[in-house]
């Protein structure tokens, strides 16, 4: 029996199809951020931003999530909001697709997954907040993030704020360059650090211009190099918080996820969370700004990509 192509798992919303249908780029947003990245309603209304930053700039959002059964490529505003409730969705990476699609179940997907499903759908271009990583303490727990494997093997260019800085940034850095996963700044020398602008280490190559990007990404792939590039861009200066202070929090978070005994995918949500709690709250405010500033910077990337055709091509 020969088995349905993945693609007939997906469903393009009709702004989405249309966008195709037409030639415009799309730019693809993970579900995670809304289901577990901020508190409701600051979710809903970052997540409804976003995605009209994305049309201001020219492309067309498609905010990606598991629902009854199917890979939703572009949600509804209804949809969002049935993602944003406190409740049961899935916290969907790689190994979770098979489970969350089958049992019909609701998923919010993680940087891996969406990359997926974007690559599924043709979408070259992904936006999210910051990429997963090598946690510290990597070298006992083997905690690694699936985004890094994903990097190494899905074509999609990931904009991000850089890692989050509750990771061991040196090491998911290296963990990068083993996979041959190109890792691009914009606006700095630095690989970004999610709520403060510098990690101290630096990125492959610096490209601050959209069309110098493009034409990187586009000759990656040319050359038959499959996998991601990871393009870092710093949190506005405004919204940044200071290196001490996110430091110093971030190592209390951490020893009180270890005192409860929290692992695994629910170590990142509860370090978020715990984080904006001992900042009053401006830490939401740094990651709805990097959020909203990677969305235009990944509303240009796609514009400039589609503008860039594959070497023997014709723009």
Not at 10 to 38: C, F, K, N, W, Y
Not at 171 to 187: A, D, K, R
Not at 284 to 298: S, Y
């Amino acid at each position: 029996m020969t088995p349905a192509p993945a693609s007939s798992w997906l469903v393009r919303s009709e702004p989405v199809a249309a966008a195709q249908a037409d030639g415009r780029p799309l730019v693809a947003l993970e579900s995670t951020l809304i289901a577990h990245g901020m508190p409701y309603p600051e979710n809903v209304r970052t997540a409804l931003e976003v995605q009209a930053l994305i049309r201001e700039k020219g492309a067309e959002p498609a905010t990606i999530a598991l629902m009854d059964g199917r890979i939703r490529i572009g949600l509804s505003d209804a949809e969002l909001e049935r993602l944003a409730r406190p409740g049961q969705v899935h916290k969907a990476s790689r190994r979770d697709l098979p489970f969350v699609l089958a049992s019909g179940g609701l998923g919010a997907t993680t940087v891996a997954a969406t990359m997926i499903c974007a690559a599924l759908a043709g979408i070259e271009v992904f936006a999210t907040g910051g990429i997963g990583g090598v946690h510290r303490g990597a070298p006992e727990t083997f905690d690694i993030s699936a985004d890094l494997q994903e990097l190494a093997r899905t074509s999609v260019a990931v904009v991000c704020a850089g890692a989050k800085s509750v990771l061991d940034i040196g090491l998911t850095l290296e963990y990068l360059e083993t996979h041959g996963v190109p890792v691009l700044s914009c606006g700095q020398d630095n690989f970004a650090a999610f709520y403060t602008r510098d990690s101290g280490h630096r990125a492959d190559f610096r490209l601050d211009d959209e069309a110098a990007q493009a034409r990187f990404i586009r000759t990656k792939w040319d050359l038959g190099l499959a996998g991601g590039v990871v393009l870092s861009v710093p949190v506005p200066q405004p919204a940044a918080m200071p290196k001490e202070e996110i430091d110093a929090i971030t190592r209390q978070a951490l020893a009180e996820a270890r005192e409860q005994g929290i692992a695994g995918k629910a170590v990142t949500p509860f370090l978020l969370s715990r984080i904006q709690a001992l900042t009053g709250g401006r830490s939401l405010a740094t990651n709805i700004a990097l959020v909203k500033n990677n969305a235009e910077i990944a509303a240009r990337l796609a514009l400039a990509l589609a503008n860039t055709a594959p070497q023997g091509g014709s723009a």
